[in-house]
């Protein structure tokens, strides 16, 4: 149990067009799922966090304009890049927090490999 | 704000143990965690410890937290090729969900 699904793998751009990446928890509800970037080479960047059926709370740096987050349902959230340039190419991971007796536990999607050309 | 540090590389013979350090700097934190990240892959969740613990063993692998230095490790014993891979050490905020990653230590393991 405790999947989640991110959809696409992986996704080639034009620039200036728009990416929309969906982030699903397939067996269980999400109270909250979280949006990370991550370079080569790098580390996990938390973009931003969203709960079902309110506005996504960024983090400082992270353009919201520019990094659409709606979080539909309790098993759905997306991110849109929106007018994708070359240096927005990059591993984006969401994630989805499922509340239990021990913890916030957090599942991790298997990423989203965006490359605009 | 919140801090992790790791150091970046680590190189071992298939067979020995590995041991990859984590330095935090909220005292606070009260999950602390490692993930493991194979190439193009997510994240999994390899194992966690509560802050009010010092030690956690789970089959190969052994959690040492020692709350007074901020100091986190994870031992990995009789490392497998397939070990190979990148090791994120991470805390909990005392919010409940903020997640902060270190860089990750990229765990090299030679045949």
């Known amino acids: 149990g405790a999947v989640v699904s991110q959809h696409p793998s992986w996704v080639i751009c034009k620039s200036g067009t728009s990416v929309k990446i969906e982030c699903r928890s397939l067996?269980?509800?999400?109270?909250?799922m979280f949006w990370y970037r991550q370079f080569p080479k790098q580390s996990l960047m938390l973009m931003a966090t969203?709960?079902?059926?309110?506005?996504?709370?960024?983090e400082q740096g992270v353009e919201k304009d520019k990094f659409l987050i709606n979080h539909a349902s309790l098993t759905l959230s997306t991110l849109t890049v929106t007018s994708a340039h070359p240096e927005d190419s990059s591993f984006y991971i969401c994630?989805?927090?499922?509340?239990?007796?021990?913890?916030?536990?957090?599942?991790f999607g298997p990423g989203t490999r965006l490359t605009v050309l | 704000g919140e801090d992790v540090e790791q150091s970046l590389f680590l190189s071992v013979r298939e067979g020995d143990s590995s041991v990859i350090n984590c330095t935090y700097t909220?005292?606070?934190?009260?999950?602390l965690y490692w993930y493991k990240q194979e190439p193009g892959a997510g994240l999994q969740l390899l194992t966690y410890?509560?802050?009010?613990?010092d030690m956690k063993q789970d089959q190969r692998l052994t959690v040492l937290l020692n709350k007074k230095d901020k100091h986190l490790s994870l031992r990995i014993a009789d490392t497998q090729t397939g070990d190979s891979a990148i090791y994120f050490c991470?805390?909990?905020?005392?919010?409940?969900?903020?997640?902060?990653f270190g860089a990750g230590t990229r765990l090299f393991v030679k045949a």
């Open positions: 991470a805390e909990r905020d005392t919010g409940g969900f903020k997640t902060i």
């Open positions: 994630s989805a927090t499922r509340r239990s007796a021990l913890s916030n536990e957090q599942f």
């Open positions: 969203s709960n079902e059926g309110s506005k996504a709370t960024y």
């Open positions: 067996d269980f509800q999400a109270t909250t």
């Open positions: 909220d005292s606070s934190s009260t999950y």
């Open positions: 410890i509560f802050s009010n613990m």
